[in-house]
């Protein structure tokens, strides 16, 4: 069964063709990014703006690209939460219009199901039930997919999300939106034990994370030193930031894995792109005899190969839309 899946839900117009859920026939991504890098962050009305632009010929190039026609194409899965809401009005939109005037079944998307559904398409053999640590610029998840459509929240950020940490982090050091990637780079040359940064709990909820007094307590670090004229070495001040926001999720994780006791991992979202998170969490889990799944380091940020793939197992699942399809800013993965 073939899938045409449409993705705006933020900075990225994407879309995708994918094959029974595991196999991406084709995947077209037109980022946004380096318009939104002159304002620092994701400016919402201009998101909207260049994916009502990039939708047509985007969605186009996917199907060009894997060679078939919408004749080809079984079911229309798009993302319709949680996001930008005029961002994914777009997408949303779009692809009610195409199963309107062609008779395709829609399929609505849940952004962060499809963060998750990123590992079948990297791993084979990977099926529910695991725990997944879902971590993006705007949540922190520990997640029990008990099936492909069935998930649990075991855990969650009080504040902050993990990836939203990292880019205010990078920013005060001058770093271009979104500076998680830069820091996580700059942080390889750096000792991670070269300052001394808090590991925040959450009282009485032990797989909850807060990253804010984390971020704050880096950014004081960085203006404390300014105002004494001191210059830090900023390797070390990424490698020692990594290190603690790695060290929470990471323990709390594995906390969880332990207390549910459950041993098949994985991680998910634009952060488990994050070189010390997968290398810590590979390592521990061989330790532990856990197994231990993530995505392709290209299939860790926004785009539409994984909706295809979580939305096959939405469509078998029964979830089909009718053209009353709406978009949500928030929306729990549960
Ligand atoms: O999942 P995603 O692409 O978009 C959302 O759904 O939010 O996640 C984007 C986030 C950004 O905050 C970005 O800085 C962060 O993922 N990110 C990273 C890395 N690569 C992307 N954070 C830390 N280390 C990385 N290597
Ligand atoms: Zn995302």
Redesign the pocket.
Known sequence: MKILAIES??DETAAAVVEDGRKVISSVIASQVEEHKLYGGVVPEIASRRHAEAIVPVVRQALDEAEVTLENIDAIAVTYAPGLIGALLVGVNFAKGLSLSTGIPLVPTH?LRS?IASNYISNAELKPPFMCLVV???HSHIVMVEDYTKMKIIGRTRDDAA??A??KAARTMGMSY????E??KVAEKGDPFAFKLPRPVVHDAPYDFSFSGLKTAVINLIHNAAQKGEELKKPDICASFRYAVVDCLSSNFLKAAKDYNVNKLVIA???S???LLRSTLKNECDKLGYKFYMPDKSL???NAAMVGSQGYYEFLSGNVAGTDLNAYATMSIE
């Open positions: 839900s933020c952004h963060h993006s610029g705007g990836g939203e990292f880019d979104p500076g998680g990637i820091l996580d979202g634009g952060v792109a994050n070189s860790c940020g926004d």
